[in-house]
């Protein structure tokens, strides 16, 4: 029983974390492809989401939706705000500019919040806190619904990018904007609706992690981490790249978290380092 549990439990926490790295990277993916900025500043979003919601419950009476649902669409101004009078700025410069930029506005996120909530890790319970069984091993109901939340997401972003106009151009912008732009269409106004969306997935990250691990200050610099080491697996700017690619990842964490705790995360970037060897980044 022993020996079928322990790999049932590794790839439900494997496949969560996955899917929580997936809607935050994806973001960090579409910006890079379209506007090619490195956007330090994309764990703010996710940070914020988290807060937003344990300061939303009390008041909605623990509703994990709706407090989930404010909380995202609370992240569409900071987003906007971001992208308008920092993000625009950096369009056409040189890689390094838009680094230090957006970590400035990481860092200074950080010290709002603290300023704001505290220092102290604040714990958030299992917010449907029952179980489902599968082949005898009881499994967190949360955390399935993490998963399928994931994968509706990517068949939402999928459906969106390959139905739509706005998502045919923002595609067609991640191949060639110059060209893009040449056709007489404003890329600059699709590049904010795509940093926005980003924002507000990365806002959603947050909420969706928040009853899986504490919520704090600091929590958006592995996040930041993980996540560019999923866009750089994946892909830059490869939309389906990046969703394999967090799964993938995701399941690198969690088996190596089941045989060697200390080295779970540090296995990611082992991982994109031997990618890195065989596909070096093409800017």
């Known amino acids: 029983m022993v020996q079928i ?6 790839i439900a926490y494997g496949l969560t974390i996955g899917g929580i790295l997936y809607i935050i990277s994806i973001g960090l993916s579409l910006t890079f492809g379209t506007m090619r900025i490195v956007n330090f500043a994309h764990p703010i979003a996710y940070t914020l989401g988290a807060y937003f919601l344990i300061t939303l419950l009390p008041f909605i009476k623990g ?3 709706w407090g989930a649902l404010i909380s995202v669409l609370a992240i569409i101004p900071i987003g906007y705000f971001i992208e308008r009078y920092v ?3 950096l369009y056409g410069v040189a890689i390094d500019y838009a680094i230090i930029a957006t970590y400035a506005v990481f860092l200074i996120g950080i010290d709002l919040i603290k300023w704001i909530w505290g220092t102290n890790p604040i714990p958030l319970s299992d917010p449907i806190g029952r179980e489902i069984i599968l082949f005898s091993v009881p499994l967190p109901l949360y955390r399935v619904t993490v998963i399928g939340i994931s994968l509706a997401i990517y068949l939402c ?16 912008a991640l191949e060639d904007k110059d060209a893009v732009r040449s056709l007489g269409i404003n890329v600059n106004r699709y590049f904010s609706f795509v940093f926005v969306l980003g924002s507000c997935l990365a806002g959603l990250g947050g909420v969706l992690y928040a009853p899986i691990t504490s919520v704090h200050p600091y929590m958006g610099f592995m996040i930041l981490l993980l996540s560019f080491a999923v866009v750089i697996v994946g892909g830059l700017g490869n939309l389906q ?15 190596t978290g089941r045989y060697w705790p200390p080295a779970s995360e540090a296995m990611v970037f082992v991982v994109m380092a031997v990618v890195l060897i065989f596909r070096p980044i093409e800017v």
Not at 5 to 10: A, L
Not at 241 to 255: E, H, R
């Open 87 to 89: 993000i625009r700025k």
């Open 63 to 65: 509703k994990f939706f």
């Open 241 to 255: 790249g990046t969703f394999f690619s967090a799964f993938g990842l995701g399941m690198v964490i969690a088996i």
């Open 5 to 10: 549990m322990i790999p049932i439990n590794t």
């Open 157 to 172: 972003l999928w459906l969106f990018f390959k139905k739509s106009i706005v998502g045919k151009i923002v595609v067609a």
